[in-house]
């Protein structure tokens, strides 16, 4: 990727093979474009829902923060091995590519469309390549819901 | 609804107030439509993929996924709770709606994209308005994914 143009997020980074995640690839011209970057020792993913990513007229489907929490869990993911591996984002260095062993969400309020959602992220190592994000889904200050992803280091393999 | 219209899933008798769901609903224009039915004592949700509900070419989103066990699993607890109320969907009544209060999937391998997946559950009740809802996600013969959803029946303040 050229450096002219400054990664916001670690899915900025991915090299193009790996770039067509519905939910984050930048190159998916229909995906939900994701985000993911660090803030403090914390990771972000800022999303705002479109007019039909609704479970009821004026509050957001619950799919789509599933896919929130799962992307976020994997650009965490990949935040914190590549900054384990000492790179930051500027750096310029491809960053690993994480893929998505178990999700889990807890839906704990009605959470509303007309709003920027906030996934807030913890990142754990459990193995080298198997790492555990914790999430929470704010909109403004409300938490509206909680997920946990399992993550590991895409294996080569992986769609062959 | 007209009963001229021959109702494929659970999701065809929601009250047009509850059918605008980004997952399952019929009035959606740009969801996925999801229906959910009986197959014997399981339910069934088949869905196809879109070309562009990819995580990498040739393999299904794991949020699609996700979304594809969270809408089955509330439309599984409306079909098995209606049932237990009774009726049974070519009965023209109006089901309970249900919304997720926990949604776990677990991907148990790369879900190729260009085939029909077939949800398959299995549902319990945990409480008169709690039901939980087990699910195979196939393609092919292939299991690629299962999960888990904790439905509850639709508060009527919901969304208040």
Tied chains: 1, 2.
């Excluded at 984050?24 to 474009?33: A, F, S, T, V, Y």
């Excluded at 004026?58 to 900054?83: E, M, N, P, W």
């Excluded at 193995?127 to 895409?154: I, N, R, S």
Aim: proline share 6%; with cysteine.
């Amino acid at each position: 990727m050229s450096m002219e143009k400054v990664a916001k997020g670690v899915q900025d980074i991915y090299p193009d093979d790996f770039a067509w995640c519905y939910g984050c690839g930048r190159l998916n011209e229909k995906g939900h474009h994701f985000l993911t970057n660090w803030d403090g020792d914390k990771t972000v993913t800022v999303f705002k829902p479109l007019a039909e990513h609704i479970a009821i007229p004026g509050y957001v489907y619950g799919g789509v923060i599933a896919s929130l929490i799962d992307c976020h869990g994997t650009g965490s993911a990949a935040l914190a091995l590549h900054r384990k591996n000492g790179y930051e984002l500027e750096d310029g260095k491809e960053p690993p590519r994480f893929v998505t062993a178990s999700l889990n969400v807890n839906f704990l309020k009605p959470t509303p469309q007309e709003v920027e959602l906030k996934a807030v992220g913890k990142v754990e190592e459990i193995h080298p390549k198997k790492w555990k994000v914790t999430t929470e889904v704010y909109a403004h200050d409300t938490l509206c819901a909680t997920g946990e992803v399992v993550a590991v280091v895409m294996p080569s393999t992986f769609g062959k």
